[in-house]
């Protein structure tokens, strides 16, 4: 029986080291219709991301409220089956204002990448949430909010409007 101390090395083929081939200096091609550069956003449409973002941080501090408020301790008495249905219809106004803003926020982000016809001119809902979360008066400071933000869309109408 052979050991390993006696067994040949493998070989390892050789291969020549690359050639170094002449440099050529070449000019590239010149474009006729370069990307153009994205635009800064208006002073308006920062106004606006600002007041959307608002809006979301308070939504997010009222669904986070919402959810604490679901957690109770164990000597608490359980919830009426109407507190139940009040507390999911709260979360589920929260939750949409807070979908329809990170998608309108997302479609503008994008709006290089999309049809111009398919950028919405305004989140598709604009108004405060009807529902109050216990204990945050939340509702209250997001109407004042959602005032402001109607304030920067002077095109808004009222509800049944959307894409351009």
């Known amino acids: 029986m052979a050991t390993i101390s006696s067994l040949p090395a493998p070989t390892v083929p050789q291969i020549p080291p690359p050639t170094a081939a002449p440099t050529t200096t070449t000019t590239p091609p010149q474009t006729t219709n370069p990307k153009p550069a994205p ?3 208006s002073p308006l449409e920062s106004q606006r991301v600002t007041a ?5 941080h308070s939504l997010l501090s009222s669904l986070i409220a919402l959810q604490s408020a679901q957690k109770q301790d164990a000597t608490a008495p359980p919830p009426t089956p109407a507190k139940i249905a009040a507390s999911k219809v709260q979360y589920m106004e929260y939750m949409r204002r807070l979908q329809s803003n990170l998608a309108y926020l997302a479609s ?7 049809p111009p016809d398919r950028i919405p001119l305004f989140p598709a809902i604009m108004e405060a949430p009807s529902a109050d979360v216990e204990g945050e008066g939340g509702t209250e400071g997001l109407r004042e909010m959602y ?3 109607r304030e920067l869309w002077p095109e808004f109408k009222g509800k049944g409007q959307g894409l351009i």
């Open 108 to 114: 503008i982000a994008d709006r290089a990448h999309k």
């Open 39 to 41: 635009a800064s956003p």
């Open 147 to 149: 005032g402001r933000l």
């Open 52 to 56: 959307l973002l608002d809006i979301n």
